[in-house]
């Protein structure tokens, strides 16, 4: 559809003339920097490991500088996504920059999906890119490789993709400032949601497991990232897996073979309810 | 033909607020219709639900025989909003590069110079909007509506910022359009313009029609004023009537020197619909 097309690349024309392109790289260099710096750090006061030990010392720190590395990903991303799509239709609509576009014979919703569309390729090129050059590093600085390198990338830039849908289906009804609290918040809720199930599943609290369930059920972009973790260390086991596990900010969790079905179906209704809603709208 | 807007008992509630309380207006193909109403009367609510940014509470709106807002009815209209903005960060060439995208027009290069000429912005079609005084970007508005060339133009007061040159220029471009038959509804308060270029004039108050027509039946014959060798006298006589009068006052052996039917203006028409709906 041509109109998709035109909406999506004047989204992404203005992103480069807006220099949000621009900060997000000197940015992110910044943070890739420091990640290497730490990283380099972390490993050469590691030293060697020794053969008898029962934790691979090696493991331990690539995981957890990289789950680190995981989670700051995942945040930035939301930040990017959010601040592609705050706006887009009702902050966009109260200064009038919505109503000469969406009278075009396009529509309404042609227009929400070409926005979604840029935005979500945006953020979740983004959180794979980070991701990939955090595992670069992480490798080239201390030898460690994750057991499943290309996984976690996925399921990150899902995680941004699914932030991308929650902050556009937010921006049909709340302006851009609430709207922009709101998803942050929520992305915070998603994050506590899942430490509380993973506390829940440790003291084997039923309360706190199902509160984590419903958190990754209902935000799974949590459960996208804690299953990025998993796959991080899926082949390691022993004590090394069981403290890995634990991960750094959060537990891992394997993704269960719903989980993809679901976010994909959680995006697709996500954006067709925020479609809906925007296609009622007085402008 | 079905018309190029019909609209038939349309209603329109913001919460307790009633802004359109059955309004029916046509405009017919060719037609260039003008909407007048004091502030808030409602203008606005209409053409917004002519270009289906608005749902009506009630009655119908139709784009050539398309219910108002479909995409048939969109691809018809080009329209100009009262409050607009274009993004600040596109040049004025793009933004209308980018409204043939969305409009699936292939006039290319020369119709965006032509429209860019026609406003009066040929030399500044580099610059970006926001860079653009509020007037220029209006004038970019008046282009971007007619891009594609559609068969019904929807301009809310679009010479509110234009300096008097520009107001001309829109005003010459209106009749240009009359020309090649394309159909337009235009608000606005600048009583004048309407008088001059709209074959029709439909004056609304409180979301209802108080009085339509054209120009020159709104504007009644008030008298008629004869300059004589006696001085000048006031006649409470219709256009009808002159000859006759002139004639009499020959055989009087008055001397006359000039004869002139008095109209009210628009703005008495205006003004008499207007408080005499709120009194
Ligand atoms: N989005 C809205 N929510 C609530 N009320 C609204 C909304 N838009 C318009 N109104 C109300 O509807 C009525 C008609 O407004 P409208 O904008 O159509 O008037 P108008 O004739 O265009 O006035 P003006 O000459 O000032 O442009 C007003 O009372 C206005 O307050
Ligand atoms: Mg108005």
């Known amino acids: ?283 | 033909m079905p018309d190029a807007f019909a609209a038939s008992g349309l209603e329109k509630r913001y919460g307790r607020v009633e802004a359109l309380a059955g309004v029916s207006l046509q405009v017919g193909e060719g037609e260039l219709v003008g909407l007048l109403g004091p502030n808030g009367a409602g203008k606005s609510t209409l053409v917004k639900i002519g270009c289906g940014l608005v749902r009506p509470s009630g009655g119908r709106a139709e784009v050539f025989g398309r219910p108002a807002g479909s995409r048939e009815a969109r691809r018809a209209l080009g329209y100009l909003a009262e409050l607009f903005r274009f993004p600040g960060w596109l040049r004025a060439d793009e933004l209308l590069r980018l409204h043939q995208g969305l409009a699936g027009s292939t006039g290319g290069a020369a119709e965006r110079d032509e429209l860019l000429e026609l406003v009066g912005l040929a030399d500044v079609g580099r610059r970006k909007v926001d860079q653009m005084s509020k007037g220029m970007q209006q004038r970019l508005g008046i282009a971007q509506a007619m891009i594609g060339t559609p068969r019904l133009l929807v301009l809310d007061e679009p010479t509110s910022a234009l300096d008097p040159a520009g107001r001309r220029t829109v005003r010459t471009l209106l009749e240009e359009l009359r020309g090649r038959g394309i159909s337009v509804l235009l608000n606005s308060h600048l009583l004048s313009e309407v008088e001059l270029v709209c074959d029709r004039v439909v004056i609304i108050t409180r979301g209802r029609v108080v009085a339509h027509g054209r120009p020159d039946e709104l504007t009644q014959a008030r008298g008629v004023s004869v300059e004589t060798d006696e001085g000048e006298r006031r006649f409470d006589l219709g256009r009808d009537e002159v000859p006759e009068l002139v004639a009499r006052l020959v055989a009087e052996g008055r001397r006359i020197y000039g004869v002139q039917v008095i109209r009210s203006t628009l703005e008495e028409a205006y003004l008499e619909a207007v408080e005499g709906e709120s009194r």
């Open chain 1, 1 to 283: 559809m041509t109109g998709i097309g035109v909406i999506a690349a004047a989204t992404l024309r203005e992103c480069t003339r807006r220099r949000v392109f621009g900060v997000i790289v000197v940015l992110t260099g910044l943070f890739l920097a420091l990640y290497t710096l730490g990283t380099l750090t972390a490993f050469h006061h590691l030293g060697k490991p020794a053969p008898g030990d029962d934790v691979d010392v090696t493991v331990l720190a690539g995981a957890t500088l990289l789950g680190l590395a995981m989670f700051a990903t995942l945040f930035l991303s939301t930040v990017v996504a959010v601040f592609l799509t705050f706006n887009v239709l009702r902050g966009d609509a109260e200064q009038g920059l919505l109503q000469p576009m969406v009278v075009r014979p396009p529509g309404r919703v042609v227009f929400l999906a070409g926005r979604f569309g840029a935005a979500a390729v945006v953020s979740a090129g983004y959180a794979a890119t980070v991701y990939a050059a955090a595992v670069v590093i992480t490798g080239l600085a201390g030898g460690w490789w994750p057991d499943e390198a290309v996984l976690p990338g996925v399921e990150l830039a899902a995680g941004a993709a699914v932030v991308t849908a929650i902050s556009l289906a937010g921006s049909v009804h709340l302006s851009t400032i609430a709207n922009g609290i709101a998803v942050l918040m929520l992305f915070g809720a998603g994050l506590v949601g899942g430490l509380l199930g993973q506390i829940g599943d440790a003291i084997h609290s039923d309360t706190l497991s199902s509160i984590g369930t419903i958190t990754s059920w209902a935000l799974p972009f949590d459960a996208l990232y804690q299953a990025g973790l998993h796959a991080l260390t899926s082949d390691t086991s022993g004590i090394t897996g069981v403290i890995v596990h634990l991960g750094p900010l959060g537990g891992a969790q394997p993704a269960g073979p719903l989980l993809a079905p679901w976010v994909l179906g959680y995006v697709l209704v996500v954006v067709a309810l925020a479609g809906a809603a925007f296609v009622r709208r007085d402008l």
